[in-house]
């Protein structure tokens, strides 16, 4: 199914990122946690990418089987930042082969090495390259506060509108903690005519050691002091922070959801508790969705 019809149909949706192994014999503890979140019927999952594509041939394959077994939609991670054109094409037939119809297109981040791609240089190149490869629902990012390497936001705004102007069915934010600044964004982005469906982003913090790092991935600048307030209080006891975190992302899916933001994407960590958890919050706000059997059909399975 195309997240663009279940993004269209008037209905809050919740879905759930989970990222594959780094390593080889990670893989089998990844499916596990990958497997458990499907469970939980969200009304998609994406599947990151590895990081410099290293172990991008998981991507395709754990979004397969979650399809398959489980029958839950799945939107496939695909970088260009490092890849050569052949290289991506490549990925795109073998997430076509696999069934999977949405495809998440992203830059990526830059190697450690510093090797840039001859053929890509921003995700708005890699989606023609995508839409004419199939009819795929094609996703995007975007930074409520601005991607970190834009001079400023009215340019970084250029460059989402000009993903959307390439084919891009849906936008997805990285996370933020202040639903006001996702407020403003979406003001500002309706003002410059871009009106795909926008799903928020949203990171429970469970531990205090994910916030420098988290913050630094996402480039939040502004972090509520209510927030911080919370870390403060608990972050010495992981099983008080861990609770007051799952509840933090609560309340902000909850006030998203009252003002209109329909749409959710919870970055979980590949832990299946925490989804569960905030699933189980969310069982009346959000609920679970009646998924056809058209979401589990699985074509060139290998």
Known sequence: MKIRDLLADGRPTLSFEVFPPKTDDKYASVEAAAFEIAKLKPDFMSVTYGAGGGTSAYTTTIARDIQKKFGVTTLAHITCVSSSR??????????KEAGIE??????????????????????????????????FCIGG????????ESANWREDLLHVKEKVDA?????TTQMFFDNNLMYNYLYRL????????????????????????????SGTRQVPRKFLAIVDRYGSNP????????????NQIIDL???????IHVYTM??????????ENLSEIIPVREQGAENGKISGDR
């Open 86 to 95: 052949e290289t991506v094409l490549a990925q795109v037939q073998r997430v």
């Open 102 to 135: 949405n495809i998440m297109a992203l830059r990526g981040d830059v190697p450690k090495d510093g090797t840039l791609s001859e053929d890509y240089k921003y995700a708005s190149q890699l989606i023609p390259d995508i839409r004419a490869q199939g009819d």
């Open 141 to 148: 990012a975007c930074y409520v506060e601005g991607h970190v």
């Open 167 to 171: 084919g891009c069915d849906f936008l």
């Open 190 to 217: 309706r003002e410059l005519g871009v009106t795909v469906p926008v799903v928020a982003g949203i990171m429970p913090i469970t531990n205090a050691k994910q916030i420098d790092r988290s913050i630094a991935l």
């Open 239 to 250: 099983a008080a922070m861990k609770q007051a975190g799952i509840a933090y992302a609560t």
């Open 257 to 263: 959801v009252a003002n209109g933001v329909n749409h």
């Open 270 to 279: 590949n832990k299946p508790d925490v989804a569960a958890k905030i699933r």
